[in-house]
Every structure is written in C-alpha cells, then in structure tokens.
C-alpha cells in the first residue's frame, strides 16, 4: 500500500501564496496527480508530474521529489474561488490511483 | 454536453434495499472506474474496467458488483444495503493507459447515498 500525507487545513489572505505539501511512500511508483475538489462537487484533474522537478500552469505549480517521495502544490495570486480542497493522489506502476485525505484551503478576504 | 454523468446525484434509501447508479462517459475513454468517498473526504479506488474487462477489483464486499456493458457505461449495483455504505460514489473515466500512458481521470459529480 501506499500512506500519503497532507496537511488538513491551510488559510490564506486573498492576494497570498499557499504551498500544499505532500508526502508518500509506495512502491512502483508511476506519476503523482493533484485535484481540485469544492465542496459538494466533483474533483478537477490540475496537475501532474512524472520526472522531477517544477510543472508550472498559470497560477498553479506542482513540485515532484522523486528520492524524497515528496511533492508540493503551490498557488499564487489567490482568489477566492481557490477555497476548496486540493488532493495529492499517487500513481502506481499498475496505474492504480491512491489519494490522500485533502488538504482544505480557505482564502480570506 | 456533460463528460462523465452519473444518476441519481441523490439516493435515499433503507438498510437492506438493493439499488443501482449508473454511469456514462461520451469522451471516448477506455478505462472507467467507481470510487467511495467516505465522510472522512478519503477517495478509494472499489473497481476499475478497461474496454469491458474488470482490472481493478479492490477489497469490497460482494454486495457491490459492477458492470459494464459496453467501454461507456459503467455501473454499480449495490444489494442488502448497509449503514456503512452511507458515502458519495464518484464515477471516473481516462484515457487508455497502455497507449496513452498516465492519463488523468475525469469523474462525474457523485451519487450521495444516504442508508437509513
């Protein structure tokens, strides 16, 4: 199995940046995914990283330590409409998809 | 126009009941899965089905059993229904993995069944 770890809840000040960490230790290790999800709806695929190093898309990044089974979520210039939860999910080697519990982010006016 | 669509978006039901949640995909994918999203906000993989065949079939009771009648339609079938089974069941779709490698999944809005 796989055990991935974020943190609970983070705030932010509209404007702020936030960066959501996320650690995992598994085996076969084949890609790891970040989701959006708000509540009541539906996760919402925002990034993915196989090789290490930065994925930048606009105002979200994502952040992949391979040797470090570590990966970050960074998110700038922060809106309201980011309050949601963001789910750092593992990829296996068989392509089964583990996630994490959410970290959930509430942005401040 | 919707991606992946799933019905009903609420169930209702009492322990013991038997019923079902359908799911459709009209983006072309390969591979369909269901997952359970417990009050916890955990997401865990029950069944996934590539072109029909069942690759994935985690640790579930028998009392759910999936089918799938053709790569769009993916389906859950749930008997004697238990207070445990209380949770939002996400349908989800991706490309296929063997040619198209490492695709993200689409998932459909959930099911919130509610066991009384």
């Known amino acids: 199995g796989q055990n991935i770890d974020q943190p609970t809840e983070m705030t932010a000040t509209e404007g702020a940046i936030v960066q959501i960490n996320c650690t995992y230790q598994?085996?076969?290790?084949?890609?790891l995914f970040w989701y959006q999800q708000h509540a009541g709806e539906a996760p919402t695929f925002l990034s993915y990283n196989v090789l290490d190093g930065l994925e930048e898309k606009g105002r979200f990044s994502s952040f992949l330590s391979r040797s470090k089974g570590y990966s970050y979520l960074l998110l700038k210039e922060l809106q309201m409409k980011d309050s949601a939860s963001y789910l750092c999910a593992v990829s296996r080697d068989d392509y089964k998809l583990s996630f994490g519990a959410g970290t959930t982010v509430t942005v401040r006016a | 126009d919707t991606a992946v669509s799933q019905t009903p978006k609420y169930l209702v039901t009492q322990m013991g009941n038997d019923k079902s949640i359908k799911c459709e995909q009209n983006?072309?994918?390969?591979?369909m899965y269901w997952y359970k999203q417990d009050s916890k906000k955990f997401l865990k993989i029950m069944f996934s089905y590539n072109n029909k065949e069942l690759i994935i079939n985690e640790t579930v009771p028998n009392r759910f059993s999936p089918k799938s009648p053709d790569k769009a339609h993916l389906n859950l079938h749930i008997n004697s229904l238990e207070l445990g089974d209380s949770a939002v069941y996400f349908c989800?779709?991706?490309?296929?993995?063997?040619?198209?490698?490492?695709?993200?999944?689409?998932f459909g809005d959930g099911t919130r069944l509610s066991i009384l």
């Open positions: 989800a779709s991706s490309q296929d993995r063997v040619t198209g490698g490492n695709q993200p999944q689409h």
């Open positions: 598994t085996s076969g290790f084949n890609g």
């Open positions: 983006l072309g994918h390969d591979t």
